[in-house]
C-alpha cells in the first residue's frame, strides 16, 4: 500500500534500508519501486537507520548529506 501511495519524483534518490542483516524485504521494495516506475534508480542500504546516519544520511526530506 505504501508504494501506491509514494510522492516520489521518478529522479529523485531513493533510500530504502531494513536493520536485518542480509536485508531481502529492502532490495525486494527497491526492485518494486523500479519495476512500478516509482524511482528509476533505488538505491539499498545494509545497516539500517545506524548505518545511515554513520554515512551523514539526511534525517528529513531537503537535507543535504554530510556530518
Known sequence: Q???SAQV???D???V???EPSCERSNEVALRLKER???SEPRTIAGG??????????Q???E????
Not at 50 to 55: D, F, K, N, S, T
Not at 64 to 67: K, P
Open 9 to 11: 519524483n521518478p529522479d
Open 13 to 15: 534518490v531513493v533510500i
Open 49 to 58: 537507520w545506524q548505518a545511515w546516519l554513520e554515512v551523514g544520511g539526511p
Open 17 to 19: 534500508y531494513c536493520d
Open 60 to 62: 528529513s526530506a531537503g
Open 2 to 4: 505504501a508504494l501506491k
Open 64 to 67: 543535504e548529506m554530510g556530518r
Open 37 to 39: 516506475g516509482i524511482c
